[in-house]
């Protein structure tokens, strides 16, 4: 093999290894943004990364070890709808909050399976799910009925 025809499939390669990163690799959301959780034991702050675009949502919190105490991710829907999540190539536990068009806490998952593909639907219509790591609904009194903030001004 020639040390031209060695250089070229080391380019091709490396563009290979390059796309499929791109497909693996979490999708990066914007800057995080606050939001508030008004629990009957106070108001809770959180920085979360909105997920808005299809991509952003089908990848979600896929491939993270760990999360913040106090960080999440926020899926928005343009119009209320049922939703279905997943945990797929989910590492950690997560708390699902599916909220309603007032960003009311109507259900709740809590402590949800790492890597499971098993379907968690929100059971009703829905404007937006908030992700949480496992545990902090407990840990904070976050219950059906909770109330979101967001944006906060």
């Not at 791109?22 to 979360?48: K, M, N, W, Y």
Request: neutral net charge.
């Amino acid at each position: 093999m020639s040390g031209y025809t060695r250089i070229r499939q080391f380019a091709v390669n490396g563009w290979a290894v390059l796309a499929m990163l791109c497909l693996v690799l979490p999708a990066t959301a914007a800057e995080p943004e606050r939001l508030l959780i008004t629990t009957d034991s106070g108001t809770h702050e959180f920085l979360v990364e909105v997920a808005r675009t299809d991509r952003e949502k089908e990848v979600g919190l896929m491939y993270r070890e760990d999360l913040a105490p106090d960080a999440g991710m926020l899926f928005l829907y343009a119009t209320p709808q049922h939703v279905s999540m997943w945990m797929k190539n989910t590492l950690i536990p997560l708390d699902m909050l599916f909220l309603d068009q007032d960003l009311k806490v109507v259900r709740l998952a809590r402590n949800t399976t790492p890597r499971s593909l098993t379907s968690i639907p929100s059971g009703q219509v829905v404007r937006a799910v908030l992700e949480l790591r496992g545990g902090r609904a407990a840990e904070l009194g976050i219950r059906e009925g909770s109330r979101i903030t967001y944006p906060v001004k």
